[in-house]
């Protein structure tokens, strides 16, 4: 039995952790992004009413190729603990856009 494995990277790419990635949110991505932002602010303001006015959730601009950008410390912030072999993930994995080098 044979193994299919994903190529190689043949050219090593340079990123650093405050370069902007771009990504294809799904269902679970904008879940996961929501509650982020709620478990943060709940524990900076408990009081829900007063949460909402301060800390209003704002969904990241999508553009118009339906990618989000985040500095690649928000994602591995953000989406690190729900990423692991088998996970549903939560955006295209083949969409992640890098900056050019």
Known sequence: MSLAYAPRLTKPITINFNDRIRLKMNDLGWELHR????????????????????????????????CVEFHLWDVAQIFG????NGCTPPFELSGVLVPAS
């Open 35 to 66: 509650k982020y932002h709620d478990d943060l602010f709940t524990r900076a303001c408990p009081d829900k009413t007063k949460r909402d006015a301060m800390f209003p959730y704002r969904k990241p601009e999508v553009g118009a190729d339906g």
């Open 81 to 84: 603990a729900h990423l692991y």
